[in-house]
C-alpha cells in the first residue's frame, strides 16, 4: 500500500491507497505540536503495511538532499516546528522509504498526474489559501534553487486606491500580504466567503493575482497556471484574472487561450494527498 501525508499548517492529512492510487482511509486532525502530531501520524501509518510515503508539508522545509537541514521545517512563525526533523523522526518510526517536498509541490504533482495539468511538463500550482504558495514544476521535475521557490511573497504593485498595510509580517507589498485569505479579511472585517461576488473587493484580489501570473508567466513560463486553495471558491475571479492579465501582458509573450492557461484545480482538495500517493509510487517503482 502507498501512504500521503499532507502536513498543512492548521491540519494533516494522512491517506493510504492500494498501488492504483484508489483511497482506502483518510484521516485528519489539527496541527498542535510536533510531538503530538506526529504520534497521530504514526498511529495512523502503523495500522496499514505501507511500502513509501509521500509527504508534502508546510514551510519553510529544507529540500536539498545531502544538506544538513533536509528533512527539517525551517524557520517557521510556528515556533515549536522550528527546526523540527520531521522527515528522521517520521523515518526513525515507520522504517518506509519517504518522499519529501513542500505541501504546494505534492498538489502540483497530483495535478500533473490526474488533475488538471495531465500530459504536461511544465506547470505552477497556486494555492491562495491562509497563504500563498506556489509549486512549481519545470520539466516535469520540482524547481529547487538554493531551495524551494516563495512565490507567494514576490512583491507586488499596490493599486494606489488600496490603503491595507498587508498582513505578512515579513514584507511590506508581497502577494501572500496583499491577497490572501487573512488579508483579504484583515482589509474588510468579514469573512471572505461572505464577501459577495460583485463586491469591488474581488476586482482588486484579481489585479494582484493577475499580477502574480503576469510575473510567474515571465520567470517560469509555465504551460498552466493552475488555482486552488480556499479563496479562489470565488468563481467570478477566473474571468477577472484572465481579463487583467490580458491588460496587463500587453500581447508581449503569447499566450495559450487564457481559458486553457489559468485554471481551477482539477483534483479539489485532494490534489495534495493524490500527489504525494503518486510520489510514494514513483519512491516504490524507482526501487
Ligand atoms: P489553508 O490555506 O489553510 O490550507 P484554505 O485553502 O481553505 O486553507 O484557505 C483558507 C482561507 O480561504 C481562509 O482565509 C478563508 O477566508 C478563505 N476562504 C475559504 N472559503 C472561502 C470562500 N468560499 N470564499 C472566499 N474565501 C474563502
Ligand atoms: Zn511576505
Request: hydrophobic fraction near 40%.
Given at each position: 500500500?502507498?501512504?500521503?501525508?499532507?502536513?498543512g499548517?492548521?491540519?494533516f492529512?494522512c491517506?493510504v491507497?492500494?498501488?492504483?492510487?484508489?483511497?482506502v482511509?483518510?484521516?485528519?486532525?489539527?496541527?498542535?505540536?510536533?510531538?503530538?502530531?506526529?504520534q497521530?501520524?504514526?498511529?495512523?501509518?502503523?495500522?496499514?503495511?505501507?511500502?513509501?510515503?509521500?509527504?508534502?508539508?508546510?514551510?519553510?522545509?529544507?529540500?536539498?538532499?545531502?544538506?544538513?537541514?533536509?528533512?527539517?521545517?525551517?524557520n517557521?512563525?510556528?515556533?515549536?516546528?522550528q527546526?523540527?526533523?520531521f522527515?528522521?523522526?517520521?523515518?526513525?518510526?515507520?522504517?518506509?522509504p519517504?518522499?519529501?517536498?513542500?505541501?504546494?509541490?505534492?498538489?502540483a504533482?497530483?495535478?500533473?498526474q490526474?488533475g488538471?495539468?495531465?500530459?504536461?511538463?511544465?506547470?505552477?500550482?497556486?494555492t491562495?489559501?491562509?497563504?500563498?504558495?506556489?509549486?512549481?514544476?519545470?520539466a516535469?521535475?520540482?524547481y529547487?534553487g538554493?531551495?524551494?521557490?516563495?512565490?507567494?511573497h514576490?512583491l507586488l504593485?499596490?493599486?494606489p486606491s488600496?490603503?491595507?498595510?498587508?498582513?505578512?509580517?515579513?514584507?511590506?507589498?508581497?502577494?501572500?500580504?496583499?491577497a490572501s485569505?487573512?488579508?483579504?479579511?484583515?482589509?474588510?472585517?468579514?469573512?471572505?466567503?461572505?464577501?459577495?461576488?460583485?463586491?469591488?473587493?474581488?476586482?482588486?484580489?484579481?489585479d494582484?493575482?493577475?499580477?502574480?501570473?503576469?510575473?510567474?508567466?515571465?520567470?517560469?513560463v509555465p504551460e498552466?497556471?493552475i488555482?486552488?486553495?480556499?479563496?479562489?471558491?470565488?468563481?467570478?475571479?477566473?474571468?477577472?484574472?484572465r481579463?487583467?492579465?490580458?491588460?496587463?501582458?500587453?500581447?508581449?509573450?503569447?499566450?495559450?487561450?487564457?481559458?486553457q492557461?489559468?485554471?481551477?484545480?482539477g483534483?479539489?482538495d485532494q490534489?495534495g494527498?493524490?500527489?504525494?500517493?503518486?510520489?510514494?509510487?514513483?519512491l516504490?517503482?524507482?526501487?
Amino acid at each position: 500500500m502507498l501512504g500521503a501525508i499532507e502536513a498543512g499548517g492548521t491540519k494533516f492529512v494522512c491517506a493510504v491507497s492500494d498501488e492504483q492510487i484508489n483511497i482506502v482511509d483518510t484521516v485528519k486532525f489539527a496541527t498542535t505540536t510536533p510531538a503530538e502530531t506526529l504520534q497521530k501520524v504514526i498511529a495512523f501509518f502503523k495500522r496499514y503495511p505501507v511500502t513509501a510515503i509521500g509527504i508534502g508539508s508546510f514551510g519553510p522545509i529544507g529540500v536539498k538532499a545531502g544538506q544538513a537541514d533536509f528533512g527539517h521545517i525551517l524557520n517557521t512563525p510556528k515556533l515549536a516546528w522550528q527546526n523540527f526533523d520531521f522527515l528522521g523522526v517520521l523515518k526513525a518510526q515507520l522504517q518506509v522509504p519517504c518522499y519529501w517536498t513542500t505541501d504546494v509541490n505534492i498538489a502540483a504533482y497530483g495535478e500533473l498526474q490526474a488533475g488538471a495539468a495531465q500530459g504536461l511538463s511544465n506547470v505552477v500550482y497556486l494555492t491562495i489559501g491562509t497563504g500563498i504558495g506556489a509549486g512549481v514544476i519545470v520539466a516535469k521535475k520540482f524547481y529547487y534553487g538554493l531551495s524551494h521557490t516563495e512565490v507567494g511573497h514576490v512583491l507586488l504593485q499596490q493599486q494606489p486606491s488600496d490603503h491595507f498595510s498587508g498582513s505578512c509580517p515579513y514584507h511590506q507589498g508581497c502577494a501572500e500580504g496583499l491577497a490572501s485569505g487573512p488579508a483579504i479579511e484583515q482589509r474588510c472585517h468579514k469573512k471572505a466567503a461572505q464577501i459577495p461576488a460583485d463586491n469591488p473587493l474581488w476586482q482588486l484580489e484579481a489585479d494582484y493575482l493577475a499580477q502574480l501570473c503576469h510575473n510567474i508567466t515571465l520567470m517560469f513560463v509555465p504551460e498552466r497556471i493552475i488555482f486552488g486553495g480556499g479563496v479562489m471558491h470565488q468563481k467570478q475571479l477566473f474571468p477577472l484574472i484572465r481579463k487583467q492579465l490580458t491588460a496587463k501582458m500587453n500581447h508581449y509573450v503569447s499566450l495559450p487561450p487564457l481559458d486553457q492557461y489559468i485554471v481551477p484545480v482539477g483534483l479539489g482538495d485532494q490534489a495534495g494527498i493524490i500527489g504525494g500517493l503518486y510520489l510514494a509510487k514513483k519512491l516504490v517503482n524507482a526501487e
